[in-house]
């Protein structure tokens, strides 16, 4: 059931990157974060899984939504690049092999999901700088990207 | 141990059409679709070692990484529609610093 679904979302995951027009491909990537979030689920994260549905199936589309108004109904044509197959094919090879020669080092627990409370706190609350540092880098773009919105509108007018 | 090393190869082979998305495409929209797969494929290795390795730490990772993903594709998103309403382009390709920037 498992190799079902996760074929399922290759295989979705391959058309919306080649469907010609816009609005399809949105869905064939909404229906793709929808089963991911399923498998994820499936896996006894329900939390992640739930999250997975709303943000992606939810926010991100409405987001790409957005980008279609731009686009129109159908993707421009363009050229294809060749080295960008071969690319990732070596990229997936190389990741497969890495990952089947340390696999028989690893343990496999395979044992109920035990949820430990404040691990994030535990863990990683060093990164919460980093990410404030990003927060404001972020901010920052936006704002001067507004600015230049601005001046150009003043240019224009 | 077999369906572990299955599911991991399926979460490389996400990666790896997100990578050749992003690198053969070049409409926006097809670009953030890949980049949001190999995000999500990162994030799909996370659950599947935190599931068979019973390593919990790994999912607040994973948060963490949906949260960069969605805030990637916000501001992208706003990027984009801002220098294609002063450029009047598409294709991140034809874009020229210059023309955005004056």
Redesign the interface.
Same mark, same amino acid.
């Given at each position: 059931m498992?190799?079902l679904l996760?074929?399922l979302?290759?295989i979705l995951?391959?058309a919306?990157?080649t469907m010609k027009k !816009?609005v399809s /491909?949105i869905i064939s #990537?909404a229906i793709m974060?929808l089963l991911?979030g399923i498998?994820?689920i499936s *896996?006894?994260?329900k939390m992640?899984g739930l999250?997975?549905i709303f943000?992606?199936t939810g926010?991100?589309v409405v987001?790409?939504l957005?980008?279609?108004t731009?686009?129109g109904k159908e993707?421009?044509k363009?050229k294809?690049?060749a080295?960008? !197959?071969l690319? /990732?094919?070596i990229? #997936?090879v190389a990741?497969?092999w890495l990952?089947?020669s340390t696999?028989s080092s *690893?343990?496999?627990?395979?044992?109920n999901?035990?949820?430990?409370n404040n691990?994030?706190a535990q863990?990683?609350s060093f990164?919460v700088i980093l990410?404030a540092l990003?927060?404001i880098s972020?901010m920052y773009?936006?704002i001067s990207?507004a600015k230049?919105?601005r001046n150009?509108g003043k240019k224009e007018s | 141990?077999s369906?572990?090393?299955?599911?991991?190869?399926?979460a490389?082979?996400?990666?790896?059409?997100?990578?050749?998305?992003v690198?053969?495409?070049?409409?926006?929209?097809?670009i953030?679709?890949?980049l949001?797969?190999m995000l999500?494929a990162v994030?799909?290795m996370l659950?599947?070692t935190?599931?068979?390795?019973?390593l919990?730490?790994n999912?607040?990772?994973?948060?963490?990484i949906?949260v960069?993903?969605?805030?990637e594709?916000?501001?992208g998103?706003?990027?984009?529609?801002?220098a294609?309403?002063?450029s009047g382009k598409?294709?991140p390709d034809e874009f020229s610093s210059k023309e955005?920037?004056?």
């Open positions: 498992t190799i996760l074929t979302i290759l995951a391959v919306s990157l !816009s /491909a #990537f974060m991911l498998y994820y *896996l006894h994260e992640l999250f997975q943000v992606y926010g991100i987001l790409m957005f980008g279609v731009i686009i993707f421009p363009a294809n690049r080295w960008a !197959s690319f /990732a094919f990229s #997936f990741l497969s990952f089947i696999v *690893l343990d496999i627990v395979n044992s999901h035990i949820e430990i691990l994030f863990k990683y990164v990410f990003i927060g972020l773009a936006t990207m230049v919105l150009r | 141990m369906i572990f090393i299955t599911q991991m190869l399926f490389f082979a996400l990666f790896g059409i997100g990578l050749y998305g690198s053969s495409n070049r409409d926006f929209l097809r953030f679709f890949a949001e797969m999500n994030i799909m659950a599947t935190a599931y068979h390795l019973g919990s730490e999912i607040p990772l994973a948060y963490m949906m960069l993903a969605t805030l594709a916000g501001i998103v706003l990027i984009f529609a801002s294609n309403k002063i598409i294709s955005v920037l004056q």
